[in-house]
């Protein structure tokens, strides 16, 4: 009895350690390294080529948890989809204050590529009719406070086209 309880505690420690941070699937994962303190949501948009003409029917929301400090924000798309695009708007809370992105981390099957800080920015770039950005700290926020619509990143050019290209690339 003892030797089947330490094989199905081995089995479950096993299946811990080997399921956490598994990026060899068939999903994109985006990390988001930010600090959003209240309660929201994320609208996640994309395209499956280079154009950039975004629609809600290819997108989703990605509910976020308000914290004061660092969180890692996950975007994981289903197997089915690889975005060559991607929009992301930050949120409906008018009452939320500056968005701090300080990382974002782009993994695919064994390939990942990472940007921070003012990098972000070389990839994607604000919707300056509704967003203000600050690259010395990364935030960004609501150009009117009143707005409904939330800060909002867009494809910098090709620039974020290209880096996803070649993250599903098969080196």
């Known amino acids: 009895m003892k030797t089947i309880k330490i094989m199905c505690f081995t089995a479950v420690l096993f299946l811990f350690f080997n399921c956490e941070n598994d990026y060899n699937t068939n999903q994109l994962v985006i990390t988001i390294d930010a600090v959003i303190q209240k309660t929201d949501s994320i609208n996640v ?19 976020v948890t308000g914290n004061k400090k660092n969180q890692n924000i996950q975007i994981i798309f289903p197997d089915s989809i690889l975005p060559k695009q991607i929009r992301l708007d930050f949120g409906r809370n008018i009452l939320q204050n500056d968005v701090v992105l300080n990382k974002m981390d782009f993994n695919y099957k064994n390939n990942s590529f990472s940007v921070k800080g003012k990098e ?13 950005v600050d690259k010395l700290n990364g935030s ?21 086209f290209n880096r996803l290209n070649e993250l599903y690339s098969e080196k």
């Open 45 to 63: 948009y994309y395209t499956r080529s280079n154009s950039i003409d975004f629609t809600d029917t290819q997108s989703f929301w990605i509910k």
């Open 120 to 132: 972000i920015f070389y990839i994607l770039r604000v919707d300056e009719s509704n967003t203000i």
């Open 140 to 160: 960004i926020r609501r150009k009117t406070p009143k707005q409904i619509k939330g800060p909002s990143l867009y494809p910098q050019g090709d620039k974020l």
